[in-house]
């Protein structure tokens, strides 16, 4: 939920008291005129003022909700499948790397693929960041066929390789790198297309990753068993070439820094060196206490979160044997995943303000559990059970994160709070799998690893519990501020209409004379 105008002072944190600048609108003030400007280089610089500032009352145009739009969503959700549907599957890839590159005189293979795909989820993360820097830049549409084209040259290459560290930079690197820039686009330019909407159409396309994670599990299972890993990525790559051809479709409504500052003409063009610089990053955000703690426990919470994703399905190849259709767990998990996002994203719509928090809390609450239930599970029938409702409270994390970002720091620094917290999330869920697979190399089971990795996420939501009461505490110390400063204002009014009221008087007093 985006915060009222009436509230911005809650949302904002620290940056309530400042006052309005240039600086605070985004861009820095220009520089003072030197000794050797003349007149025409202040009635320039004057120029390149009002240009940068735009009209006052200028506004951008409403979404068109709907038309070419639907085109935008469509390919908006198979980024998202695609993205997502092979990096929750990756535990059948897994399997496949395991058989394709594994060996007999080495007992560390499984820490060594694990690597793979938690690099490759990781990458993901870390480069959001510098997507949303490149997406300001470029604009959503270069951004994601350049990031499209990427992901397919590192998916291809990942099938030409013959052993398995040369993935670490094909498919962890630069696969991941460029579904990272395909992806985030994505996000962006629906909120070009759709407002009163946005919330349903985000939904569709959110829900192409359960149903992706859903489908490829069983596609997966399919080639790897009757061709082998490396026509199994290259047919993926047809997935990659799909997305190459729809991030042309995100047709610019907006344009982009890039082409603000190339649209300077003829004589203007030499105006373009007194462009003020742009604030790139915007580390005044973590001044808000309350969004600090949150971006410390996210990821705390998040050590233990993709390691079923990755180990699930070897683990039910040691514990199950029997069973046929072990990919089931993974296609349980996206089921209720998708499930979990709508339902909690529309019963967050009813909690208030930051008390959204919560949701998130109960959400890794069940996590950890049913994650430490993993190794418990002697029938395979309540190993489904467990899947499903982690599943669930998978999608419940998901859905919540933008707007208790929006309640945190404010709709104007939700785009950067997201990003630094997404890029934070990679540490964990790259380090995760790797640990579960050296403990299972160790071990000679994944139980010890499925019951560490429920640990994390309760440390994690036990730390987003004070994250109201911070929140609460700092808004009430703002509205003192504000009141104390209202109060001083008023006497100051008071004290400068006694002190001229004698001279009224006076005048008031000669007129009747």
């Known amino acids: 939920m985006v915060p009222s105008p009436a509230e911005p002072a809650a949302a904002q944190g620290s940056s309530e008291t400042e006052t309005l600048s240039p600086a605070s609108l985004g861009a820095a003030p220009l520089s003072g005129l030197g000794p050797s400007d003349g007149p025409e280089a202040a009635a320039q610089k004057v120029e ?17 909700e709907g038309g070419w739009g639907w085109l935008v969503m469509l390919a908006a959700m198979w980024c998202n ?28 293979m499984v820490f060594k693929t694990a690597w793979v795909s938690s690099l490759s989820m990781g990458m993901i993360f870390f480069c959001c960041p510098i997507v949303s820097i490149f997406t300001d830049i470029f604009g959503c549409r270069q ?44 996000l962006v330019i629906l909120g070009h297309y759709f407002k009163k909407r946005l919330g349903l159409v985000n939904g569709i396309v959110t829900a192409g990753s359960s149903l992706f994670t859903i489908l490829l599990p069983l596609l997966l299972r399919v080639l790897t068993e009757n061709l082998d890993l490396f026509y199994t990525l290259r047919i993926l790559c047809i997935f990659m070439f799909v997305l190459f051809l729809a991030g042309f479709t995100y ?18 063009r030499s105006k373009r060196k007194f462009s003020p610089p742009q604030k790139i990053f915007n580390f005044a955000i973590f001044k808000v ?35 046929t259709n072990k990919e089931v767990v993974l296609m349980c998990i996206g089921i209720t995943s998708g499930v979990g996002r709508l339902l909690f994203g529309r019963i967050a719509d009813y909690v208030p303000g930051v008390k959204k928090v919560y949701l998130q809390v109960l959400s890794f609450v069940f996590i950890g559990l049913m994650s430490m239930m993993i190794p418990l599970c ?35 620094d939700v785009s950067q709070a997201i990003g630094f917290l997404l890029g934070f999330m990679s540490i964990p869920m790259t380090v995760g799998p790797p640990i579960a697979g050296l403990l299972r190399e160790k071990l000679g089971s994944y139980d010890v690893a499925f019951y560490l990795a429920g640990v994390p996420p309760l ?3 036990a730390i987003l519990c004070f994250i109201p009461w911070i929140h609460s505490k700092k808004q009430r110390e703002i509205n003192k501020t504000t009141a104390g400063e209202k109060m001083e204002k008023m006497l100051e009014n008071q004290n400068s209409l006694l002190s001229s009221s004698p001279g009224i008087l006076k005048k008031e007093s000669d007129s009747v004379i």
């Not at 395991?98 to 060996?103: A, V």
């Not at 047709?251 to 203007?268: I, T």
């Open 48 to 64: 390149v003022e009002v240009e940068l500032a735009g009209p006052a009352s200028a506004e951008p145009p409403p979404p068109p």
């Open 81 to 108: 499948g695609s993205v997502f549907g092979i990096q929750n599957a990756c535990g059948v890839l897994f399997v496949a790397m395991l058989k394709t590159f594994g060996s007999k005189d080495d007992d560390q």
């Open 143 to 186: 951004t994601a066929v350049v990031g499209a084209a990427i992901g397919f040259i590192g998916l291809m290459s990942s099938s030409f390789v013959s052993s398995i560290e040369p993935l670490y930079l094909t498919y962890g690197i630069i696969f991941a790198s460029g579904c990272s820039f395909a992806y985030q686009p994505s």
């Open 251 to 268: 047709r610019p409504l907006a344009p982009s820094v890039r082409a603000k500052e190339s649209g300077v003409k003829g004589g203007n």
């Open 289 to 323: 206490t309350a969004y600090a703690v949150w971006a410390v426990g996210i990821p705390l919470a998040l050590f233990g979160y993709f390691v079923p994703y990755v180990h699930l399905v070897k683990h039910v190849n040691e514990r199950f044997k029997e069973e």
């Open 378 to 412: 002697s029938v395979f029938g309540a190993l489904i059970a467990v899947c499903l409702i982690m599943g669930l409270f998978d999608g419940c994390f998901i859905s919540i994160m933008a707007p208790i970002a929006f309640e945190l720091v404010g709709a104007q």
């Open 459 to 461: 440390i994690g939501g």
